[in-house]
């Protein structure tokens, strides 16, 4: 639902507003010119932050985004999202504008849900988009021992924002299509060093990106499972 008509958007809030929790911003941190980390505060009561879960946010009158809560506490009312700022996109211009005191409405997290505690080796593959991911499931990966690694790709002026978000275990590729090309990725010391027959393994960030790095896992028959999730395309507004 990237885009509907204002009045449809306004019918919608007007239906589910009680369902929809107000979260007041209490703090933002621009961890650089394209990373914006925004805790917001609220009564989140009732609801149900699965790991790979994503809550949608109205960021103007037509538009809506999809995000994924890098942390959450019920009980404290506390929600704290990653956000990759790219560009006079609606919704990396309206984060961008945010600042503390704001508020805005959250719907309910939904998605499907990709951690399982029993399958101790672990694969988180995204981008820029992804980071939030990667932080909400980091904290279970170490308290559950499990053996995991993240692959990202990312703009070379990003880079420095994994240590800065704690994020462990990690190797960084350029954004330059090397996921985009199969042969490549079926050489990756990925299959040397990671049980893929034994893993649970999450696709996420550009779409082609994850849909070749799905193809070659596919190809060398993979029996762990695949969860595959793309935030965006070229070209396409909204996912």
Known sequence: MPKVAKWL????EGLIGSKMPLMKVVETTYLNANIKKIRFQGD????NFQLGYAV???VSDTEFRNYTASFSDIESGIMEIIFH???????SVFVNNLSVGDELRISMPRGQKQYDPRVKKQLIF???????????FLPFF???RHSFQFYFELDEANVAVLPLLGLENYTVFPKNDLFRNEQWINDLPLFKTFDVQAGNIVLTGNVKSVQTFRKALKNKNTSGKIFTKG???EGKTGL
């Open 56 to 58: 949608i946010i109205r």
């Open 231 to 233: 935030y965006w395309l």
């Open 126 to 136: 995204g981008d820029e988009t992804s980071l939030g991911l990667a932080c909400s």
């Open 85 to 91: 700022l790219h560009g006079n996109a609606p919704g």
């Open 142 to 144: 170490k308290r559950n």
């Open 44 to 47: 989140l009561s009732g609801m």
């Open 9 to 12: 958007g306004d019918a919608m």
